[in-house]
T-cell receptor, first 113, second 111 residues
């Protein structure tokens, strides 16, 4: 019940295309859902996050879509660029108390020039 | 921009030796996390501190791993003795109001 399932494992997109990564969770107590971007040899960097009181959040080319009833959320990268090539992790947490995070298994994105 | 600092960035050690990692969180962040990340996988929580207190160390292999955050600021993670299976990236993160920020990590190789 504590798992966060992420798909696909890897993704290849043409420059200018839309990259879509999906995550699903089971624990309905989760109420904070961040996405992280990680380049090789670096620590994950917080990209964008959403709380379940909204169904969508957009920051620049990055959008999170959230479906509370389906217990799913996804990251959309619009106009994907080669510089977006990285590994993306979704995570889930309970937004009170100690904020323990559960991470997905990661999606390796490659954007072709 | 404030960052989480970690040192060393890279560490090579022989099996059965002791190794220590240091983390300095973003100023004002009361919550500090140590994660282990195996190549190709997501970070797995080892230990979580709230100020100087351990909140969660259920996944910390306590026979060989120890962590402390004595003054509620910087933290040290120790492995003694190191085993081949400990080769991984060790990540420190700190958070405030739920927003978690990671350091650059320490890449440990045990030979």
């Amino acid at each position: 019940q504590q798992q966060v399932k992420q798909s696909p494992q890897s993704l290849i997109v043409q420059k200018g295309g839309i990259s879509i990564i999906n995550c699903a969770y089971e624990n309905t107590a989760f109420d904070y859902f961040p996405w992280y971007q990680q380049f090789p040899g670096k620590g994950p960097a917080l990209l964008i996050a959403i709380r379940p009181d909204v169904s969508e959040k957009k920051e620049g080319r990055f959008t999170i879509s959230f479906n509370k009833s389906a217990k799913q959320f996804s990251l959309h990268i619009m106009d994907s660029q080669p510089g977006d090539s990285a590994t993306y992790f979704c995570a889930a947490s309970i937004a009170s108390g100690t904020y323990k995070y559960i991470f997905g298994t990661g999606t390796r994105l490659k954007v072709l020039a | 921009e404030a960052e989480v600092a970690q040192s060393p960035r890279y560490k090579i050690t022989e099996k059965s030796q002791a190794v220590a990692f240091w983390c300095d969180p973003i100023s004002g962040h009361a919550t500090l996390y140590w994660y282990r990340q195996i190549l190709g996988q997501g970070p797995e929580l080892l230990v979580q501190f709230q100020d100087e207190s351990v909140v969660d160390d259920s996944q910390l292999p306590k026979d060989r791993f120890s962590a402390e955050r004595l003054k509620g600021v910087d933290s040290t993670l120790k492995i003694q003795p190191a085993e081949l299976g400990d080769s991984a990236m060790y990540l420190c993160a700190s958070s405030f109001a739920g927003e978690q920020y990671f350091g650059p990590g320490t890449r440990l190789t045990v030979t």
